[in-house]
C-alpha cells in the first residue's frame, strides 16, 4: 500500500478535509477494535524472555534496524537469541525458520531476511505458534519485529520506535491517518521509546507525547554504513517512506539524477527493473536501492542493481543496555554488567 499524501499532513493545513471527515467513523471503528482485542487478550507466555519492538504508524519508522541492534547486542549474552515475525509479505504462513539461502523474500518476507544475517529467525502468522517453536528450535530468548498491538504474546520488554521526521502524521487513526492506535494509549503499554532522528527537531505532537512519556527515551540515527556510490545514480524504493531513502542519498553527497518511489513491500517485476533502466538511461546512471528492497528483486536483475545499507547507531548505547537489563537481569553484555534498573510493567 503507497500511503496517500494527506496522512502526512498536520492537522491546521487542511488537507483532504471532506475524506478525512468521511474516514473518521472508519478511525473510530479501528481504534475501538484494536483496544477492546487487547483488554480482553490473555497473553500466552512463552516462557521466555519476549522483547517486542514496535511502532505507532504504519510503516517507515525504522523498527527493523532497531530489532538488528537490539539482537546484536543480546547475542553477546549467554542465551540463543531468535527473531520472531509475522513475515509481512510472506507466502508461507509457518511457523518456519528462515534459511536466507533456500528462503527467499516472497517466501518469508524482506524483513527476516534481514534479520536473518544477524540470528535465527521463525515467521509465523500465529505468534504464539511462531513462539513455541522458536522456543522449541533452543530459543532461550525472543526479539519480536513488529507486534505492538498484538497481545497474543507476554511482552517483557514493549519498545515503541518512532520516525522524529515524519512522526505522527496528521495524528489520525488508519484509515484516515497512518496511525495504529491513539498515540496515548501505545505509549501507556510501552517501556521504552527509540527515537529516530533528533529529538530537537521532532515535530511538536511528537515532541510533547515524549514529555509526557514516563519511560527512557533513547535517541539514534539510521547512519550508511560507507559513502554512496560515485557517479550518477538512479535511486529505487519500496519502503514506508522512500524519500527518507532518496534524502539519505542525497544528504551523503550522491550524485542523484532520478528517484522512483513505489509501495512499501513492493514485489519487483522485471518490467519495473526495465523501465527504471530506461530512466537511467539517458544520465548513464546505476540503479541503487535499499537492503531490503534488494530482497524483492527478481534474480537476474541483483547483481546489476547497487544497495546502500545502513545501521541503527544509538546516541547512548550504556542507555541501551541499561533498558535492555530487563530481560537479562544480572546478564553481562560485554563489558557492561547490565542491572536491573526498574521493575518491568505488565503487558
Known amino acids: 500500500m503507497k500511503p496517500p499524501v494527506f496522512w502526512r499532513v498536520r492537522e491546521g493545513r487542511e488537507a483532504a478535509p471532506l475524506l478525512r471527515a468521511l474516514l473518521h467513523p472508519l478511525s473510530l471503528l479501528y481504534a475501538g477494535v484494536t483496544a477492546w482485542k487487547i483488554s480482553r487478550a490473555r497473553p500466552y ?34 542465551r540463543p537469541v531468535y527473531g520472531v515475525s509475522r513475515g509481512y509479505g510472506g507466502s508461507r504462513p509457518g511457523p518456519l525458520l528462515v534459511d536466507a539461502d533456500h528462503h527467499d523474500a516472497h517466501e518469508v518476507g524482506d524483513e527476516p531476511l534481514l534479520i536473518a544475517r544477524e540470528a535465527r529467525v521463525v515467521v509465523g502468522r500465529d505468534r504464539v505458534a511462531a513462539a513455541q517453536f522458536a522456543r522449541r528450535s533452543g530459543a532461550r530468548l525472543l526479539v519480536m519485529d513488529d507486534g505492538h498491538q498484538n497481545p497474543s504474546l507476554r511482552k517483557t ?139 524483492r528483486l527478481p534474480a537476474s536483475w541483483r547483481a546489476k542493481v547497487l544497495v546502500y545499507p545502513v545501521q541503527a547507531r544509538f546516541h547512548d548505547a550504556a542507555e541501551l543496555v541499561r533498558v535492555l537489563s530487563l530481560v537479562q537481569p544480572g546478564a553481562s553484555l560485554g563489558s557492561a554488567q547490565l542491572e536491573l534498573a526498574h521493575g518491568a510493567r505488565p503487558t
Open 45 to 78: 507466555n512463552p516462557g521466555v524472555p519476549v522483547v517486542c519492538v514496535g511502532a505507532l504508524t504504519l510503516g517507515g519508522a525504522g523498527k527493523t534496524p532497531v530489532v538488528i541492534e537490539i539482537i546484536r547486542l543480546l547475542k553477546k549474552s549467554d
Open 157 to 295: 520488554l514493549s519498545i515503541v520506535v518512532i520516525d522524529a521526521a515524519s512522526g505522527f502524521g496528521n495524528g489520525r487513526v488508519f484509515p484516515a491517518g497512518p496511525l495504529r492506535e491513539p498515540v496515548a494509549a501505545g505509549l501507556a503499554r510501552a517501556d521504552a521509546v527509540v527515537l529516530i532522528g533528533s529529538r530537537a527537531a521532532a515535530p511538536d505532537d511528537v515532541s510533547g507525547a515524549l514529555e509526557r512519556f514516563h519511560g527512557p527515551v533513547l535517541e539514534a540515527e539510521l547512519q550508511p554504513l560507507g559513502p554512496p556510490p560515485d557517479g550518477p545514480l538512479v535511486a529505487f524504493a519500496g519502503i514506508g517512506r522512500p524519500d527518507k531513502f532518496f534524502n539519505a542519498l542525497s544528504g551523503a553527497g550522491a550524485d542523484l539524477r532520478d528517484c522512483a518511489p513505489f509501495a512499501d513491500h513492493h514485489s519487483y517485476t522485471p518490467d519495473d527493473l526495465t523501465m527504471l533502466a530506461r530512466i537511467a538511461q539517458p544520465h548513464r546512471a546505476r540503479l541503487i536501492t535499499t537492503e531490503k528492497d534488494a530482497l
